[in-house]
């Protein structure tokens, strides 16, 4: 691909972790991949370092065939025609709108005022122009940070949380608009996400970070479906996670260091249901029932090893109590088999 | 009889240092709180020493530096033919030195005070060092600008030790209002020293009003950044 972000460099700080990543972004337009992972792994020094805001100590940066930087070169952020949004959108808080849109482009030019007001359509920004960031909502500055990025049809966007700054309502309709108007643009575009519930709507490429590393790197689907070791399997909030060496509740392949799956899956019956061909059933005592939201969680114990199920609150029989004996089932396809290493 | 040759001396003196400083301390603060150079320290702490030195010590190595025994002071007097020190231009440039910490530390506070993120916003948007220090530097931190600006002018005016030291005591070349004020009192003309004072503390307070109530005004347009 024309504009692969490959990214292979180091950088450490003071007192810090090592911060290491290595992989190749797709650069098909419109293509949206998410760094995911927990505060404090790297994810944003990983974006910094795309971006040219971080300088690496050592490897190096290719967009495409274009270097950088390695050991001999750095091209500054000025010069790699990317666009940035930050956390807080880092809006200029003395210029308008429309002049944040237009900032160090010429605002004589009509092309760029006719692409700035088609943005500012597009977005729904239409009667703030004038307006300063302090004046305008959580969303709208959003907005104008994404038409201030992409104004310059940038090669890569790069995306900083930027839902972090948004009220949990607002995340919602922000959210779909963004993958929308994402795909639109056709850019490619590397976006920063502690957020687990983001992964499947926004991306569809998925990087997952821990300790300043790409420790599994591909479709959304597939990574979701398959992580690719026990942190993996941690990072995307797999439930129930067994390494061989645990007593675990169901059968575990030879050539594997564990299974995962999610409590969605596992369903929940009376003790005396009949076996069905392609489900385990694990018979279980419950320990625990906590509510979340829609979700009922349920928590059997079986041996020496608890199993987590989720359930939405309309099927949460009055049977299922703590104490009282239950049946839990997930069909072998839900299982995720983790692999052993190299 | 009010010595008013002395007072447009003074502010003569005191709004050319704060041009000179403008231009001198302003790339000079923004150097100092971009940098990540350890030995930026050592060069805040030259620019502060005048806060904490006596007056007569700073005049008196400034009159060295200056003086027809210096390679700085031959140097101008080949170039001009006249001397430095007991001039005017002599008594700016120990101005400028003295009042250096008065400009440079609001300039820089003013510039700490600007989030980072703006700054990498505006460098991710194509923009240079220069454009991004024009556009975003200055108008961001112009608060503290002015504050740097005012509070060397206001400075200035006010400075004795290094003026005596530096430029003596000249009328109409070097004698400044604290120092005809001095004189002055001296003459036991207690009358003509107190109009003066007055008037040195009445433009004083002025300036220093003015400016803060400039400073709230617009700083509080700005909420949120």
Request: hydrophobic share 45%; aromatic share 10%.
């Given at each position: 691909m024309a504009r692969d972000l490959n990214i292979d460099c180091k950088v450490r700080f003071r007192n810090g972790p090592e911060i290491a990543p290595q992989a190749v972004f797709s650069g098909a337009p419109g293509r949206?991949?998410?760094?995911?992972?927990?505060?404090?792994?790297?994810?944003?020094?990983?974006l910094r370092l795309a971006a040219g805001l971080t300088l690496p100590v050592s490897g190096n940066i290719r967009c495409g065939e274009t270097i950088w930087s390695d050991d001999r070169t750095f091209c500054p952020v000025q010069k790699r025609r990317i666009g940035f949004v930050f956390q807080d959108y880092a809006l200029f808080p003395h210029i308008s709108v429309l002049g944040n849109i237009l900032y160090h482009l010429d605002n004589k030019d009509t092309a760029l005022r006719d692409a700035a007001f088609a943005l500012i359509d597009k977005l729904g920004l239409q009667g703030l122009e004038h307006r300063r960031p302090a004046a305008l909502s959580g969303g709208q500055r959003q907005r104008v940070a994404l038409a201030r990025a992409v104004i310059r049809r940038p090669h890569w966007l790069f995306l900083d949380e930027p839902m972090a700054a948004l009220d949990q309502t607002t995340r919602l309709t922000v959210r779909t608009e963004l993958r929308e108007f994402l795909q639109r643009e056709k850019i490619p575009t590397l976006i920063v996400t502690h957020e687990f519930n983001e992964l499947a709507e926004l991306a569809d490429d998925i990087a997952l970070i821990a300790d300043g590393r790409v420790i599994?790197?591909?479709?959304?689907?597939?990574?979701?479906?398959?992580?690719?070791?026990?942190?993996?399997?941690?990072?995307?909030?797999?439930?129930?996670?067994?390494?061989?060496?645990?007593?675990?509740?169901?059968?575990?392949?030879?050539k594997s260091t564990g299974i995962a799956f999610r409590a969605e899956f596992v369903h929940i019956e009376k003790p005396e249901t009949p076996t069905l061909a392609g489900r385990i059933f694990i018979p279980v005592?419950?320990?625990?029932?906590?509510?979340?939201?829609?979700?009922?969680?349920?928590?059997?114990?079986?041996?020496?090893?608890?199993?987590?199920?989720?359930?939405?609150?309309?099927?949460?029989?009055?049977?299922?109590?703590?104490?009282?004996?239950?049946?839990?089932s997930i069909d072998q396809r839900d299982v995720a088999s983790i692999p052993l290493r190299g | 009889m009010i010595d008013w040759e002395s007072i447009a001396l003074t502010a003569r003196l005191a709004a050319v240092t704060s041009v000179i400083l403008l231009v001198l301390g302003l790339p000079l603060a923004w150097w100092l709180a971009r940098t990540r150079w350890r030995g930026a320290v050592l060069v805040e702490a030259v620019v502060a020493l005048p806060l904490v030195l006596p007056p007569t010590v700073l005049g008196f190595y400034v009159l060295l530096m200056l003086g027809s025994n210096s390679p700085l002071g031959?140097?101008?007097?080949?170039?001009?033919?006249?001397?430095?020190?007991?001039?005017?231009?002599?008594?700016?440039?120990?101005?400028?030195?003295?009042?250096?910490?008065?400009?440079?530390?609001?300039?820089?506070?003013?510039?700490?005070?600007?989030?980072?993120?703006?700054?990498?916003?505006?460098?991710?948007?194509?923009?240079?060092?220069?454009?991004?220090?024009?556009?975003?530097?200055?108008?961001?931190?112009?608060?503290?600008?002015?504050?740097?600006?005012?509070?060397?002018?206001?400075?200035?005016?006010?400075?004795?030790?290094?003026?005596?030291?530096?430029?003596?005591?000249?009328?109409?070349?070097?004698?400044?209002?604290?120092?005809?004020?001095?004189?002055?009192v001296q003459a036991m003309d207690y009358a003509t020293a107190g109009w003066t004072s007055a008037i040195l503390l009445v433009t004083s307070f002025t300036i220093l009003a003015v400016t803060f109530t400039l400073q709230r005004k617009f700083v509080s347009t700005w909420p949120g950044t």
């Open positions: 949206t991949t998410a760094l995911f992972g927990p505060s404090g792994s790297g994810k944003t020094t990983i599994q790197h591909g479709p959304t689907r597939e990574v979701l479906r398959q992580p690719s070791s026990l942190t993996a399997a941690r990072l995307l909030q797999f439930e129930n996670i067994f390494s061989s060496e645990d007593k675990s509740p169901l059968p575990v392949a030879k005592r419950i320990t625990r029932i906590r509510s979340e939201g829609p979700l009922v969680r349920l928590t059997g114990e079986a041996g020496n090893t608890l199993i987590e199920a989720a359930i939405t609150s309309q099927n949460h029989a009055a049977w299922m109590q703590p104490g009282h004996r239950a049946c839990l | 031959q140097f101008y007097e080949g170039v001009t033919g006249t001397l430095l020190p007991f001039s005017f231009r002599g008594l700016v440039v120990a101005s400028v030195i003295f009042s250096l910490p008065f400009a440079v530390q609001p300039f820089l506070a003013g510039f700490r005070a600007i989030d980072p993120r703006l700054l990498e916003a505006s460098y991710s948007l194509g923009s240079g060092r220069f454009h991004t220090f024009f556009w975003i530097g200055l108008p961001l931190a112009w608060p503290g600008l002015l504050a740097g600006c005012v509070l060397s002018f206001a400075h200035t005016l006010g400075e004795f030790g290094v003026a005596l030291m530096v430029g003596g005591n000249i009328a109409g070349v070097t004698r400044t209002v604290s120092i005809s004020i001095y004189d002055s």
